[in-house]
């Protein structure tokens, strides 16, 4: 069983302020996701990591920012928010030796509101 | 590149009767290929995959899919559906490079 946790779950947020979206997996995968879902619509990659210290952007474009500082932690970080980043924020992770390739367990999301 | 479509957004069908939800693809490798559910206010759970082998792959649930690569298909099937299937149901697809391409989901209503 995968376990994958994200916090919060919801939050509502004015414009402006800095907000941090947690992430955490206890299965010890190296690779781990954030995707950006809008409401009705596909998933888009925003961030992916490799492994430790090691982030790249995905292909949608997005003004959040990552880290991976540990193995089971990836947060994500939005500066200044703006009611352009109010979506559905679903973390994942995937690991090629433990579970099978290609394949990623993802996290319950995270729906920010910016208003 | 790969990309996904999903041929329907939304498809309503009755309690107990069978159902076929479309997926097709096109990559100029090969490519493994998923099915999951997102259930309402919910992250993503694992259906099924295709990885290599048998075309035809059973997932939880009672749901299967069939990997045709001459038509880049990967339908996803059920032959009797309960109210607790409505859902939202995503492909994804994976060449084996970073991470998985979806398509813009189909939304399953099953009524009474």
């Known amino acids: 069983e995968a376990d994958i946790y994200q916090t919060p779950r919801y939050l509502v947020i004015g414009t402006g302020k800095k907000i941090t979206l947690e992430c955490s997996q206890t299965m010890g995968h190296d690779k781990m996701y954030w995707y950006q879902q809008d409401p009705g619509m596909e998933l888009h990659l925003i961030h992916y990591s490799y492994g430790v210290n090691s982030t790249e952007k995905g292909d949608l474009s997005s003004e959040s920012t990552v880290s991976r500082i540990r193995t089971e932690h990836f947060p994500l970080t939005l500066e200044s928010a703006r009611p352009s980043h109010t979506s559905q924020y679903l973390c994942?992770?995937?690991?090629?030796?433990?579970?099978?390739?290609?394949?990623?367990?993802f996290g319950p999301g995270t729906r920010l509101t910016v208003t | 590149a790969q990309s996904v479509t999903q041929l329907d957004s939304q498809v309503p069908v009755f309690e107990e009767a069978p159902v076929e939800l479309r997926c097709n693809y096109s990559?100029?490798?090969?490519?493994?290929l998923f099915w999951y559910v997102q259930y309402p206010n919910q992250g993503l759970q694992l259906l099924l995959k295709y990885l290599s082998g048998s075309t035809l792959v059973k997932g939880i649930n009672g749901f299967e899919a069939e990997f045709n690569k001459s038509q880049t298909s990967f339908h996803l099937r059920k032959p009797s559906v309960h109210i607790s299937d409505t859902a939202e149901y995503f492909c994804a697809v994976n060449t084996g490079r970073r991470a998985l391409t979806f398509g813009s989901g189909t939304r399953l209503q099953v009524q009474p």
């Open positions: 990559s100029s490798v090969s490519v493994y």
């Open positions: 994942a992770s995937s690991d090629s030796v433990r579970t099978g390739p290609y394949e990623q367990y």
